[in-house]
């Protein structure tokens, strides 16, 4: 059973799967869309929903705690200025997870997370 497990460890010390999941999202908000893994996906989502929430708020505190996930100051900026304001209208629902086949070298269940428009 699953109760109560928050997150997925993806076989990664705690300071690894924080670093991946931080590149994760760079990557997404920056490029749009990343090709992963089907969990990596999933997780990156949490996290991007989360951020994409925070920087709708707009103020202050909202770009502090931001900040504290994402290091780029220009892609903060981009985050608020840009990505923001696109989703003013919408609850949830940012980013979108395809599945994309399996990879060919280990068979990994592979997925497009992209931000929704």
Do not use: C, W
């Amino acid at each position: 059973m699953r109760h109560r497990k928050d997150h997925r460890k993806l076989g990664r010390a705690t300071d690894q799967r924080i670093a991946l999941m931080r590149s994760q999202v760079d990557s997404l908000l920056r490029h749009n869309r990343i090709r992963t893994t089907l969990q990596k996906a999933k997780e990156s989502q949490r996290m991007a929903e989360k951020l994409i929430t925070l920087a709708k708020r707009g103020d202050l505190a909202a770009r502090r705690q931001v900040l504290r996930r994402v290091r780029d100051r220009d892609l903060v900026k981009y985050l608020f200025d840009e990505i923001a304001p696109r989703y003013a209208g919408r609850d949830g629902g940012y980013t979108r997870v395809i599945k994309a086949g399996n990879r060919a070298g280990d068979n990994a269940q592979m997925a497009i997370l992209e931000l929704a428009d």
